[in-house]
């Protein structure tokens, strides 16, 4: 029946869809920020090499540093947190040092809140 070509068509689609493999973007997959990612979850810090870290990330539970309200306002985390605070600590060095592109992460272009 129709209805049955229909249904198993969009289950098809369904699959394909859900099975595509997805890459993440070159900044979020890069070692350097991996690195400082997991580094900030456990410290609430960032650190990266070169770079003396900041513990201004907003985990509260790991740190002092209480997020503001912006932040609470937007519903950011400090997974959110940490992955803005790391992209901050990888990209201003990498263009002082001319060492390649500006990176995206998690799809977007690095922006400033």
């Known amino acids: ?3 049955m070509k229909c249904l198993v068509a969009s289950v098809l689609v369904c699959l394909v869809a859900f099975l595509c493999p997805v890459s993440s973007s070159e900044g979020d997959a890069a070692p350097l920020f991996q690195d400082c990612h997991a580094h900030c979850l ?12 900041t513990c201004n990330v907003a985990c509260p539970g790991l740190n ?3 997020p503001s309200w912006s932040l609470r ?3 950011w985390d400090c997974t959110d947190d940490c992955s803005y605070n790391c992209m901050w600590a990888i990209e201003p060095p ?6 390649g592109p ?9 922006f400033v809140r």
Do not use: L
């Open 42 to 53: 456990r410290s609430g810090c960032t650190k990266t090499p070169g770079h003396s870290g």
């Open 64 to 66: 002092h540093f209480r």
């Open 94 to 99: 990498k263009a002082k040092a001319a060492a």
């Open 1 to 3: 029946s129709v209805q």
């Open 102 to 110: 500006v990176y995206k992460y998690f799809g977007k272009w690095p």
């Open 73 to 75: 306002f937007m519903r």
